[in-house]
């Protein structure tokens, strides 16, 4: 069985930028996850889908933070503008039933 | 009532010896406790995980255990290897959503 998937692993970007990650999740788990983890803590929930809808985003700085989950499969974040305290590993995580949860590897950006 | 606290911050254990992380929560509504270890360069693992209807868990070198009263769990590591040296994170979580400790870093040495 496949893992999560994300893409890209790494992104260097200046401040003000903009920069999108992608996230595949395992077939068939209805939910998903995006996570923001700064260096040194753990992670940090931004986003859940269930779905195709948003269950929780109240973490999520609208602001600056958008995602979506077109089709209920595959899902997007997107940070416009980039700050320098955006600089995180952004983990995506998949589950079939409750708060089992399955990660991906991650995209580390650096906000420069 | 949504924290998850995660001690010691990092941990030196020699090979062979016992690794103890612990942690503390403070939601009575959770009902799901995993451990996760994370490589670096890599996303957390799940590694074991407990519900608060029994006190303890094993799986090979692995071990939970479940305080409910004390709405304490913690991890041990039996004969620790060089190869155990990762991040360790607690969790809790209810319903389809996980609280993450901080996090441990382990080392072991040989």
């Known amino acids: 069985e496949a893992g999560v998937a994300q893409s890209p692993r790494y992104k260097i970007i200046e401040k003000r930028q903009s920069v999108a990650f992608w996230c595949n999740p395992i077939?068939?788990?209805?939910?998903l996850y995006w996570y923001q983890q700064i260096l040194g803590q753990g992670p940090k929930l931004l986003i859940q889908?269930?779905?195709?809808?948003?269950?929780?985003d109240s973490q999520l700085p609208k602001d600056r933070f958008s995602a979506e989950r077109l089709k209920g499969v595959d899902s997007t974040l997107k940070i416009q503008p980039a700050k320098l305290e955006d600089s995180a590993v952004y983990l995506c995580?998949?589950?079939?039933?409750?708060?089992?949860?399955?990660f991906g590897p991650g995209t580390r950006l650096t906000v420069l | 009532q949504q924290q998850v606290k995660q001690s010691p911050q990092s941990l030196i254990v020699q090979k062979g010896g016992i690794s103890i992380i612990n942690c503390a929560y403070e939601?009575?509504?959770?009902?799901?406790f995993p451990w996760y270890q994370q490589f670096p360069g890599k996303g957390p693992a799940l590694l074991i995980a407990?519900?608060?209807?029994?006190s303890e868990k094993k799986e090979g070198r692995f071990t939970i255990s479940f305080n409910k009263s004390a709405k304490q769990f913690s991890l041990h590591i039996m004969d620790s290897q060089p190869g155990d040296s990762a991040t360790y994170f607690c969790?809790?979580?209810?319903?389809?959503?996980?609280?993450f400790g901080a996090g441990t870093r382990l080392a072991v040495h040989p």
């Open positions: 995580a998949s589950s079939l039933e409750g708060p089992k949860e399955f």
């Open positions: 077939s068939g788990h209805a939910t």
């Open positions: 889908f269930q779905n195709n809808g948003v269950v929780d």
């Open positions: 939601n009575t509504a959770f009902d799901y």
């Open positions: 407990i519900r608060p209807d029994v």
């Open positions: 969790a809790a979580g209810g319903y389809n959503k996980l609280i």
